[in-house]
């Protein structure tokens, strides 16, 4: 028989490795818990992050610091971000316009 979980989770992020991602590092919390339909990642995001979109997958962006001229580029918008704010980023958004 195996053993029951806990009702519960904790990480953290501190002690998890970054991994390379097309926005900067990312540390990724939950990837292997079977019944939490998602993941939660602390990113540090560079200026040389690269555009792309996720075909199935929704992100949730909430700022915690950033420069006082951070922005995203959001389907064909540059959108200016500051700490406290939340964005959800729906999946195949960031294409721009064209769809490319």
């Given amino acids: 028989m195996e053993p029951i979980p ?5 990480v953290d992020f501190d002690e998890l490795a970054p991994v390379p991602c097309p926005c900067g590092q990312a540390r990724r919390a939950f990837a292997d818990v079977p019944d939490f339909p998602g993941t939660i990642h602390r990113t540090e995001i560079v200026a040389e992050a690269k555009i792309h979109y996720h075909n199935r997958l929704t992100e949730t962006y909430y700022i915690l610091a950033c ?4 922005r995203m580029y959001m389907d064909g918008r540059i959108i200016p971000v500051k700490p406290g704010m939340c964005i ?3 999946p195949r958004c960031g294409t721009g316009p064209s769809g490319a």
Wanted: hydrophobic share 50%; aromatic share 8%.
């Fill in 67 to 70: 420069e006082a001229d951070a």
């Fill in 88 to 90: 959800l980023i729906r």
């Fill in 6 to 10: 806990a009702g519960y989770e904790i």
